[in-house]
């Protein structure tokens, strides 16, 4: 039973982490109908942008370790979500009224080029968070010791979760994103400014993949200028198994994507773990082609 608990606290870290970077290849999807190819890359920028202010501002040292580690957030979300910006507007909206095909290529070569663009400036090692950032300490929840580490990664993925559910569902601007979701068109005869909306998802998106490279950072200690292509193909897959377009679908299909992953590694093969995930997905996609909670379509009379 305990390492049941161990392996499910793991997976819902994991998991967790995939359903941030897959709320962002979800809004994108849901009001452009475009996979962004290079969000895995802007993810991993997060990992490593996290290391770089981590130790050219010791924020741990001047501000202690959660305050710093707060901080440290809100920078890579704010550079990230920037960078998500720029490459919209350089990358995406240029070919917005072409065909869906240039779109798809043009974000391929925007994947390949920022992932070029770290391995030159960091190298093609990977690189290390420095030991003993967060205490090594662990937490007893009925008898059973989880790591402390595990349990913030796992309440900062729901906190932030939470609060992007908020933002799109009580506010006005998340209104604007809902609508324009639904219909561009309508959204704009409705006064709505859909380049705005589009650069705002744009910004959101890419800056919760940030914060996810980092808790992969502060999670494992290492990042990888590769890694955006193995976690961008699980946030993608976990995308698709809760609804692609839908909010709280990817939160849940990230969540269940982790725990899967975490408990056929544990309990049947290490080795299959990646195939335990995608055969999950198929099953589904099998029983209900839109996804868990399904994808949102409009539908026009």
């Known amino acids: 039973m305990e390492q049941f608990f161990q392996q499910l606290t ?21 009001v452009l109908k475009l996979i962004n190819f290079a969000h895995g890359d802007l993810f991993t920028y997060g990992g490593y942008l996290g290391l770089t202010l981590l130790t050219s501002f010791l924020l741990q040292d001047r501000m202690g370790v ?12 704010g550079l990230v979500g920037v960078m998500g910006v720029v490459l919209e507007r350089a990358a995406y909206r240029p070919l917005r009224e072409a065909p869906r095909l240039s779109a798809v290529v043009s974000a391929l070569g925007a994947s390949i080029f920022l992932q070029n663009a770290l391995m030159l400036i960091y190298g093609a090692q990977f690189q290390t968070y420095p030991e003993g ?17 595990r349990i913030l990664v796992v309440l900062a993925s729901i906190v932030m979760m939470a609060a992007l559910y908020l933002f799109v569902q009580k506010t006005k601007i998340g209104t604007a994103v809902r609508a324009a979701a639904i219909d561009q068109g309508a959204a704009r005869l409705m006064g ?50 809760g609804g692609i377009g839908n909010i709280p ?53």
């Open 10 to 30: 793991n997976g819902l870290a994991v998991g967790g982490i995939y359903a941030l970077i897959a709320l962002g290849y979800t809004m994108v999807y849901g």
């Open 66 to 77: 959660m305050a710093g580690i707060g901080i440290l957030t809100v920078m890579v979300m």
């Open 133 to 149: 950032l967060l205490p090594q300490t662990a937490v007893s929840l009925g008898g059973i010791q989880i790591p402390l580490i």
């Open 192 to 241: 709505i400014d859909v380049n705005k909306v589009v650069s705002l998802v744009f910004l959101i998106g890419p800056a919760l993949g940030g914060s996810a490279g980092l808790l992969v950072g502060l999670y494992y200690g290492r990042v990888d200028f590769t890694m955006g292509w193995v976690y961008g193909m699980k946030a993608f897959t976990a995308a698709i198994l």
């Open 249 to 301: 679908g990817a939160m849940v299909g990230g969540l269940l994507l982790g725990v899967i992953e975490a408990l056929g590694a544990a309990y049947l093969s290490i080795a299959w773990k990646d195939a335990f995930a995608f055969c999950v997905l198929i099953l589904i996609l099998i029983v209900r082609p839109t996804g868990l909670l399904g994808e949102r379509v409009a539908e026009k009379v």
